[in-house]
């Protein structure tokens, strides 16, 4: 039953489930995994406001229970500023020992607003698109990238409510389908409708995360993806905090090279490259994405000289016994802490003096080793790379970009797969640059099959598997000057300059 004239909803502050509280004289300490507080002096009312907070939700009329107004102020001030370190108790309409807490919210911003929608019996509801449920910490917890708090569902009845959310339903109807009173559910959806996890359907039975021409354009994981590879509305540990030194062993700066023949490649001297080389601005001006290819075969030596200037490991830095310091390389392209995580593995289809086959790149010997010879798989590779160009290109090779996920986890929290992205951004630029420059014909890829891949190259997906695709070949000598606009362009911004005859 909905009462006519519900009393306020019970909602109280309680410290978080990972918030410890270490009381030493006169002060106090609040420590979470991520931040720490002291408090002083902590004595008469809100050292009593503080271990009643550590016993569990303590609604503000019994916070305020027996304190002096003065007190009562200062216990206020307190909550306002250690907010980030308390959720709100949405409890139980229960009295006495009965009572009990119903859902758990908890700032996941500091600058998240707590406030509670105004729901009504006949409102019709419906869980955000953006919300999930995971377990975390051994409870069933809601979140969602558009709220900057985390729901946990901590009664069972509230749990099933939430279950009940995947359709559109009305809040009377919802009532009827869990153990709780009406005026509970109304307070548990007010409160999770006023985060912004549950929405009200709106005049025309349409939900704001389905209607709104913004919210329409992000994908579920990308906007979670968005949220927590960036610090604001994330609460955890965040960045080069080493979460598994001492429990799990770190993956090599240099991976272990596949058993397989091998060729050497060809080194060039840095006196061959300047004498030959393009300006880097030449470079970069002329640079375009080539999907068709001249009829002379790349070769080998091309290829050579391309992986010794994208890729190869050019020092190595080894760390002293009992050192902290990372084990980590330098390749010719930036990487983030010197992770250097990614590999190279290279399809050749058509290349003169080297055989067709699936090759791993290995960086430090500047040698290719052969993984697989399947023709069958070599052409699956291709085919979806092809495919990635709407069947235009059939490049000479592929280079296939895969990253060995655990040597960024291992050292980053939160950000280790979108640092890996990056590394792959950049990695693109220096292989287009450097194809630019040897006049061959280059082009990034958008996709690529990494479950595929991983059993071609004989990966095991969660350690290591592709994050790009770039496709390479000969140039055809009547391309056309990259840079030059085809029909239908303007030239914008474009220097009169004349590029150097050598383009
Ligand atoms: C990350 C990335 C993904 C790309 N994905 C594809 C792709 O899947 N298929 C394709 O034909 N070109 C792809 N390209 C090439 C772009 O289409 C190209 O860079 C863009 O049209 C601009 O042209 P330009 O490179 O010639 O200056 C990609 C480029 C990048 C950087």
Redesign the pocket.
């Known amino acids: 039953m909905m009462t006519e004239k519900a009393p306020p909803p019970r909602i109280a502050p309680v410290f978080r489930e990972d918030v410890r509280v270490a009381f030493d004289g006169e002060s106090a300490t609040l420590t979470s995994p991520v931040t720490s507080f002291t408090l002083r002096p902590v004595r008469g009312g809100i050292r009593t406001a503080l271990v009643r907070l550590t016993e569990g939700p303590a609604p503000m009329d019994e916070l305020f229970d027996g304190l002096l107004p003065a007190e009562q102020v200062q216990v206020q001030r307190f909550l306002d500023r250690a907010g980030h370190l308390l959720a709100h108790s949405v409890l139980s309409r229960d009295e006495g020992p009965k009572r009990r807490e119903l859902v758990r919210l908890e700032a996941v911003a500091r600058d998240g607003e707590h406030r509670l929608a105004p729901l009504g019996p006949d409102t019709t509801v419906r869980l955000s698109r953006f919300a999930f449920c995971r377990s975390r910490g051994g409870a069933l917890v809601l979140e969602s990238p558009l709220v900057k708090y985390r729901a946990v569902l901590v009664d069972g009845a509230a749990r099933d409510l939430v279950a009940e959310l995947g359709a559109p339903a009305t809040v009377a109807r919802l009532a009827q389908t869990v153990a709780l009173g009406g005026d509970e559910v109304l307070d548990v959806l007010g409160h999770l409708a006023g985060a912004g996890f549950v929405e009200p359907a709106d005049a025309d039975g349409a939900f704001v995360s389905d209607s709104d021409p913004t919210l329409r354009q992000w994908d579920f994981h990308d906007l979670l993806f968005h949220s927590r590879i960036r610090s604001g509305r994330y609460d955890e540990l965040f960045g080069a905090v080493y979460p598994y030194r001492g429990e799990i062993e770190p993956q090599p700066a240099v991976k272990p090279v596949p058993d397989g023949p091998v060729t050497e490649l060809y080194r060039p001297t840095l006196e061959e490259i300047e004498s030959r080389d393009p300006l880097l601005t030449t470079a970069l001006e002329t640079?375009?994405?080539?999907?068709s290819y001249g009829e002379r075969e790349l070769t080998v030596a091309e290829l050579g000289e391309f992986l010794y200037r994208v890729a190869r490991v050019r020092a190595h830095f080894t760390p002293g016994e009992g050192s902290d310091r990372d084990e980590v390389v330098s390749r010719p392209y930036p990487s983030g802490g010197q992770g250097y995580e990614l590999e190279l593995y290279v399809t050749v289809r058509r290349c003169a003096g080297l055989a067709a086959g699936i090759y791993y790149y290995d960086p430090v010997a500047h040698r290719l080793v052969l993984v697989n010879s399947d023709a069958v798989d070599r052409e699956s590779l291709f085919h979806v790379a092809s495919r990635?160009?709407?069947m235009?290109?059939r490049p000479d090779v592929l280079v296939t970009v895969t990253a060995r996920f655990q040597r960024m986890s291992w050292k980053y929290r939160a950000i280790a797969y979108a640092t890996t992205l990056r590394h792959t951004?950049v990695l693109?630029q220096t292989m287009?640059l450097v194809a630019t420059a040897l006049g061959l014909a280059p082009?990034?890829?958008?996709?690529g099959d990494a479950d595929m891949s991983a059993r071609v190259l004989g990966l095991d997906y969660l350690r290591e598997s592709s994050v790009?695709d770039f496709l390479l070949g000969s140039r055809s000598p009547g391309d056309s000057v990259?840079g030059e606009p085809e029909e239908g362009w303007r030239l914008l911004n474009s220097p009169e300059w004349s590029l150097p005859a050598d383009t």
Do not use: K, Q, V
Request: with cysteine; aromatic share 10%.
């Open positions: 640079r375009r994405s080539i999907r990635a160009t709407g235009e290109a951004g693109y287009y082009c990034g890829l958008g996709n790009g990259a």
